[in-house]
C-alpha cells in the first residue's frame, strides 16, 4: 500500500509535467517560441505549427519511453527507484523541446533594443506582506520548541529512509532534531529570498500600460504561489517530526507517515492551472489589438545567445536575478549574479545538511 502511494504521487507529477510540456508552447509570451525569439504571429504560420506538431509527438513518444522505463525499474529496483521516474520523465520532455528548438532558431531574430523601466519603485508584491511571510518560520520554530519542552511525549526516532520493499529502514535519533529543522530552515530561507527577488532583483519586460499591469499580477500570483510552498513545507516538516512511531524497523509503516505527501500533485495540478491561465507574464490575457507591429519583436528583450540550451541565464550585463522563463511557467535565476548562487547553496543545505548529520552520527 505504501509503496503504491509514492508510486501514484511521483506518477501522478510525472504526468502533469508531460502536460504542461504538451501546452507550454503556446503559454509562452507571444514572440518567444522554444525558448527563441522569433517575429510575432510566426508561432501561428504553417512553420510554425509544422514545427509544434512534432513537437508534441516525439514529446509523446519519449513519455510513452519514460513511463516504460519508470514501470520497470520500479518493478525491479522497489519504490527506491521511485523518486529517479520523475527526473527521467523530466529529461525525456527536454529531448523533445531541445529537437523543436533546434528548428526554430533558423528563424530567430533580434529582439527590440529598447527597454522599460518601472520608476515607482517596488509594488506590493507579497500577499499580507513580510507578516505573513514570516509565519512558515514561525510555525518551524513553534515545532522545535514543541520538541524541545515536550520531548518526552514524543518517539526517539523519526523517519527518514523507505528501503526498496516500502519498509522503513532508516530512522534518525531525536538528537538530531536541529539538523532536521536546520535543512527545512534553509529551504525556507531560499524561498524567502525567492520572494524579496520577486518585489526587488526582477527586471520587468513591460513597466507599464495594461500589459504591465497584467506583468505586475503574474509576479504577485508567483509569490502567493511561494509563500503557499512555504507553508506546505513546514507543515509537512512538522507532522514528520511530531508524529508518532513504531520503533520496530520490520514493521510496515502506517499511511499517516507520509502526512500531506499524497497532496503534492493536488498542489502541483492547482498552480499549473493558476499560471497557465495567466500565460507568461500574463500574456495570455492580453488583447492582441495591444501586441506592437511593424517594429521588432520584444521577448524578453534578451539577446538569445544568454540563455544557454534555452533555459539557463547568464547575463553579468543584467542586474536582475530572476527573469521570466523562456519555455516554462514562472521565474528563473540570471546565474551571473551572486544571490543566484546563495540561493542554491540554501536548497542543497537544505536537503544535504539532515543526510550529512544522520551519516556522520552513524
Partial sequence: MIPLIIAVTVGAIGILNAVVFWFMPRLTRHDLYFAVTVPPGFRDDPEGNSILRRYRIELMLVSVLAFTAFVVGVSWLGVGFIPGGYFLQLAASFIAFYRARQRVLPHAVPPTTIREADLHGSNRIIPGGWVVASGPFILLAACAAYLWIRGEEIPARFTTHWGASGQLDRWAPHSLASAYFLGTAGILAAFTLILYGLGHWVRSVRAGGPEGAR???????????????????????????????????????????????????????????????????????????????????????????????????????????????????????NFARPASWIFVLLVLMGALVPVFMSRLHR
Fill in 215 to 333: 506583468e505586475l499580477e503574474f509576479r504577485r500570483t508567483v509569490s502567493a504561489i511561494t509563500l503557499v510552498t512555504e507553508y506546505f513545507i513546514v507543515l509537512q516538516s512538522s507532522w514528520v517530526a511530531l508524529i508518532r512511531r513504531h520503533h520496530d524497523l520490520k514493521a510496515g509503516p502506517h499511511w499517516n507517515s507520509f502526512g500531506l505527501l499524497p497532496l503534492v500533485p493536488v498542489l502541483v495540478l492547482v498552480v499549473l492551472v493558476v499560471l497557465a491561465r495567466l500565460g507568461q507574464g500574463g500574456s495570455r490575457v492580453s488583447d492582441r489589438n495591444e501586441m506592437p507591429s511593424g517594429i521588432a519583436p520584444v521577448g524578453d528583450r534578451i539577446q538569445d545567445s544568454y540563455w544557454m540550451l534555452g533555459v539557463f541565464y547568464f547575463n553579468r550585463d543584467d542586474p536582475a536575478v530572476l527573469v521570466e522563463k523562456r519555455f516554462g511557467l514562472g521565474y528563473t535565476l
